[in-house]
């Protein structure tokens, strides 16, 4: 008989598509495949990032994530509102099947099975889904008693090994990264802590798939501590209403002679007490057995929890280290800039004081040319001067000259001549005529120091 968490993802799905596993996935495909052709080997599932719903895992600090709602219904048509209905008249349609599961929601989507001897209906939310097996398991219809119960999630996968910081939402947001999720757990104790397990249930198939894919070739870390998730095919187990009474095959060969004898406690030295003493001895070396393995699992993960703390102080040392070194480097590039930042104003000082004596060497240059140029200048007009003088003697000579040729024509007696310009000849380099001094034997101010004499000029008239 098909199991209830086996449906395709489509209703519309043809049904010779089903392959070699059709509705028993459970036993051939492990319910994630859905056998060798119920789509598990899809070229469109194969790639990882086909269904990624935009979630980038770029190992980000998860602080502050948002916190689940806490109503139960929020998301409506999930996985979790599936219906299997089996032992159903082979003349049933889709039609008067979601006929008969609206009087107790809205149905989105009915798919019938090879032969139409079960089917697969999709309710609004879980509790309508509840209330349609509650209302219609075991009626008849048509003749035909119905089977009717809750489908397992035909997307849902286990998540294993996973840290005690692990929590609901950062699950759903890891997982999120293989396509839209629907439902995200952490399995909790009775304390309220974590189990290290936890159960995620997708919108869609492939993204299942991918999730169980890539988490298997890959190591997929939820947090710092680098311990991978193990992911496997989450086989869905019916804790709240279990095998009732009302589905036991009455029919079977193993009922009757099962049911022949009641409870009871064995009795010594009979057959049933020793076969039960055997039964229980085993039951005893199975649990011995698995209480040693389970220690020396134990003491392997604390080992291995150990090693990789240990190499995590390690490598965050070296990090630590590779830092300092690389502080150190940029220290002493700092100093080397520094310095050369010096040198350089140190050397411009130096140019600026070099530039500053060579301006002030120009400048006294300057000053000491144009001082020469000032005494060459008043030399050059004293020699002016000078000539001047020189001519305005000769003048004066030659007046002197004149005024004797003219006396010397008329009848008066002849006069005496006048008295020299500048006594005893020209005037000399220095402007003083000859024999001109003081009495300490330094030439003393001539005619041309006093307004060159010509206050001493008698008047003879014009020339």
Excluded at 184 to 208: H, L, M, N, P, Q
Aim: with cysteine; glycine share 10%.
């Amino acid at each position: 008989m098909a199991t209830p968490g086996d449906r395709p993802d489509r209703p519309n799905r043809p049904k010779n598509s089903e392959g070699h596993g059709g509705g028993h996935n459970r036993g051939h495909g492990g319910g994630h495949g859905g056998g060798h052709g119920g789509g598990g080997h899809n070229k469109s599932q194969n790639n990882v990032h086909a269904q990624v719903s935009g979630v980038q895992l770029n190992g980000a600090p998860t602080y502050e994530l948002p916190v689940q709602k806490k109503n139960k219904d929020s998301k409506k048509f999930t996985g979790r509102c599936r219906v299997f209905v089996a032992n159903l008249p082979n003349n049933i349609t889709e039609e008067t099947l979601k006929k008969l599961f609206e009087k107790y929601g809205q149905v989105a989507e009915v798919f019938l099975g090879k032969g139409n001897s079960f089917a697969f209906v999709k309710m609004d939310t879980r509790a309508n889904a509840e209330a349609a097996r509650d209302a219609l398991d075991l009626n008849d219809y048509e003749g035909r008693q119905l089977r009717v119960r809750l489908a397992a999630h035909a997307a849902a996968i286990r998540v294993k090994n996973l840290s005690p910081m692990v929590t609901n939402e950062l699950l759903e947001f890891s997982f999120a990264y293989f396509g839209e999720v629907e439902r995200a757990v952490v399995i909790s104790d009775d304390r309220g802590r974590s189990t290290g397990e936890g159960i995620v249930e997708f919108a869609r198939k492939s993204s299942a798939q991918n999730a169980l894919k890539k988490c298997s070739q890959e190591c997929f870390l939820l947090t710092a501590i680098p311990t991978p998730v193990d992911v496997e095919p989450f086989d869905q187990k019916d804790e709240d209403d279990g095998f009732q009474e009302k589905h036991v095959n009455r029919n079977a060969p193993d009922f009757m002679t099962e049911r022949e004898v009641g409870p009871r406690f064995a009795q010594p030295g009979t057959f049933e007490y020793e076969f039960a003493m055997r039964w229980k001895h085993l039951f005893d070396i199975e649990k011995q057995k698995r209480e040693r393995l389970e220690a020396e699992i134990r003491e392997d993960r604390q080992l291995l929890q150990e090693q990789m703390e240990y190499c995590r102080v390690e490598h965050q040392t070296n990090m630590l280290r590779e830092q300092l070194r690389a502080m150190e480097d940029r220290a002493n590039q700092f100093s080397q800039s520094r310095s050369s930042r010096l040198e350089d104003d140190r050397r411009r000082e130096e140019e600026r004081h070099r530039q500053e004596m060579l301006m002030r060497q120009q400048t006294d240059e300057l000053l000491q040319h144009g001082r020469k140029q000032d005494f060459n200048h008043l030399r050059h007009q004293e020699n002016e001067l000078r000539s001047k003088a020189n001519q305005l003697q000769d003048i004066l000579d030659r007046q002197e000259q004149s005024l004797r040729v003219v006396s010397g024509l008329g009848n008066g007696p002849e006069p005496g001549p006048p008295p020299p310009l500048f006594p005893g000849g020209r005037i000399n380099d220095r402007g003083h005529g000859p024999g001109m001094g003081n009495q300490m034997g330094h030439p003393g101010p001539g005619p041309f120091q006093n307004n060159l004499g010509l206050a001493m000029l008698p008047v003879v008239g014009p020339i």
